[in-house]
């Protein structure tokens, strides 16, 4: 018996959460969405290892980048613009801004 009262419950619950979305007059609302990822920056040193121009991305062992607190590793990341790439070779040191939106990490500016 408690677990069809349980099924009822979970049953509206569910049914008020589809109606909850539309308005008398049939019109959807928006509900409600989590605040944005805030977007962070770091800076970081590293020793290009792979570039690959057609997909606009860059392989970089790199330090420790502060702001992102990323331990020192190599990795591949997309760059903001493939022109980036250009004046770029294997085994060039260079400096770099990274941000993180949250989910994916972009080059900003490498030097």
């Known amino acids: 018996m408690k677990k069809l009262i349980w ?3 979970l049953a509206a619950v569910g049914a008020e959460s589809a109606f909850a979305q539309q308005e ?3 019109q ?5 969405q989590a605040p944005a990822a805030t977007q962070k920056t770091g800076k970081g040193t590293g020793l290009i290892q ?3 121009r ?5 392989t970089i062992k790199h330090g420790p980048i502060q702001g992102l607190d990323m ?3 190599t990795m591949s ?4 613009d493939k022109a980036m790439l250009a004046n770029l070779q294997p085994l060039q040191k260079v400096d ?3 941000t993180y939106d949250g989910k994916d990490y972009l080059i900003t500016e490498i030097k």
Request: hydrophobic fraction near 50%; glycine fraction near 10%; proline fraction near 3%.
């Open 28 to 32: 959807h609302t928006m509900l409600a």
């Open 77 to 80: 990341f997309p760059v903001k």
């Open 24 to 26: 008398s007059g049939g």
């Open 71 to 73: 331990s020192a590793m």
């Open 7 to 9: 099924i009822a419950l």
């Open 50 to 52: 792979q570039i690959d």
């Open 96 to 98: 770099f801004e990274l």
């Open 54 to 58: 057609e997909k606009g991305a860059v």
